[in-house]
Structure formats: structure tokens, C-alpha cells
């Protein structure tokens, strides 16, 4: 049962455009969202978050965007930048319950941002 | 000291071998987790532990132990595994185990069961 789910296995985007990655997730308990980045053979990068209370929240380049009704979040990276090549994991958590501090990654979005 | 440290970077034993995997933080968080990525998939949860107390078993089977001695130290003790075992394991912290906090990831450690 795959509660959080990146549909888009790789993303390629032109140097300086917008890159966009999407998230969709089932569980309605879900509160907290974050974006992490993963280079190989290093751990995942915390990015940005967003609580459910917000539908919108930027840090720089990165943009996260949350749709409750929808249960869908994405990603937004302008200007996108050759360094940003690597692989996006979205995560999840739920408030309280047996999950407290639980993070439930999907499957990641391999960026390729070419120069 | 913004780091999650864990050692080894690379692990290879055999499947009667007994090791440990260390993680080591220095932020004050008092959440420490243990996850599992498999190649090409996401990290799973395997164990929390928060305020030094274990919070969260994700049924991980036995041949894990985890072991937490103070709040900076996270340990995973191994103990006649099985290749399919053979992963990257990640360690991360929190400031606290609770809600709306992100965790920060060391590097991981690339065991090989063989």
C-alpha cells in the first residue's frame, strides 16, 4: 500500500526553466509534508516543508505548493540549476497514533537538469 | 555541528557475523531513527527512538537490535542476517520525535551480507 506516491520516475528540464515534481498521497491523517534531495551514495537532504495548515510555501528557488482537497503536492525549482541533478523523495507524517514522528517517503523523482 | 554521523561508510559480513552500525549526533535532537533503502526504492522506517525510549518497531525482524546509550548515540546491533539484508541503512535525527519537525540524514552505511 503505497501511501505516498511520485508517479514520475525522471524529470528532464533545460538549465534556468522551472522544474515541477508531484506528489500524491492517500492517507488523510498525513499533516506534514517535506522534500528531501538525495545525491548517490550520500543520505537524503532536507529541502522544504509544509504543514497542512498552508498551501503555499517558498525558501529561495524551491516552492512547495499543497492541495488538500486533491491530496497532492509538488515541487517547484526556478531557476533550475545543473547542480540540482539528483534524486527528490517527498515524505509524509501524521499527526499522533502509533505514527508520531513516522516519515513515509514515496518512490522519488530522478532530475536531470541538463546545462 | 549541524551533522548526523554514522560509521562504517561501507560494511561487508557474513551471514554468522555479529557488527554494529553507529550514529552519532551532536544538535540536542531527542529523535533518532533507523531506516532501510533498498536499491531504487524509498527509505523505510525500521525503529524510533525518542527520548532515548524506543517508540516505533516497524515488526523489523530480530536480527536488528537497536540500542540507543544517550541521547547523541544510535546503534544498530546485527546478528545472523541474510543477503536480501544487504541495503543502505540511514540514520537520521529530529529535535523531537513528535509532529511538523524534519529529520536530518547521515550518509548511511552500504552493508553487504554475504
Known amino acids: 500500500d503505497q501511501q505516498v506516491k511520485q508517479n514520475s520516475p525522471s524529470l528532464s528540464v533545460q538549465e534556468g526553466r522551472i522544474s515541477i515534481l508531484n506528489c500524491d498521497y492517500t492517507?488523510?491523517?498525513?499533516?506534514?509534508f517535506l522534500w528531501y534531495k538525495k545525491y548517490p551514495a550520500e543520505g537524503p537532504t532536507f529541502l522544504i516543508s509544509?504543514?497542512?495548515?498552508?498551501d503555499k510555501n517558498e525558501d529561495g528557488r524551491f516552492t512547495v505548493f499543497l492541495n488538500k482537497s486533491a491530496k497532492h503536492l509538488s515541487l517547484h525549482i526556478v531557476p533550475s540549476q545543473p547542480g540540482d541533478s539528483a534524486v527528490y523523495f517527498c515524505?509524509?507524517?501524521?499527526?499522533?497514533?502509533?505514527?508520531?514522528?513516522?516519515?513515509?517517503f514515496g518512490q522519488g523523482t530522478i532530475l536531470t537538469v541538463h546545462p | 555541528d549541524t551533522e548526523v554521523t554514522q560509521t562504517p561508510k561501507h560494511l561487508v559480513m557474513g551471514m554468522t557475523n555479529k557488527k554494529s552500525l553507529k550514529c552519532e549526533q551532536h544538535?540536542?535532537?531527542?529523535?533518532m531513527y533507523w531506516y532501510k533503502q533498498k536499491a531504487k526504492k524509498p527509505p523505510e522506517l525500521m525503529f524510533v527512538?525518542?527520548?532515548?525510549?524506543?517508540?516505533i518497531n516497524e515488526s523489523v525482524p530480530s536480527r536488528f537490535s537497536p540500542e540507543c546509550p544517550n541521547s547523541s548515540l544510535l546503534n544498530l546491533h546485527l546478528h545472523a542476517l541474510q543477503p536480501e539484508d544487504s541495503a543502505l541503512y540511514l540514520c537520521?535525527?529530529?529535535?523531537?520525535?513528535?509532529?511538523?519537525?524534519?529529520?536530518?540524514f547521515g550518509q548511511g552505511t552500504r552493508l553487504t551480507v554475504v
Open positions: 537520521a535525527s529530529s529535535p523531537s520525535g513528535g509532529r511538523n519537525t524534519e529529520a536530518f
Open positions: 492517507n488523510s491523517m498525513f499533516d506534514y
Open positions: 509544509i504543514s497542512s495548515i498552508k
Open positions: 515524505a509524509a507524517s501524521a499527526a499522533g497514533g502509533t505514527s508520531y514522528g513516522k516519515l513515509t
Open positions: 544538535m540536542g535532537h531527542r529523535a
Open positions: 527512538y525518542s527520548y532515548e525510549k524506543l517508540s
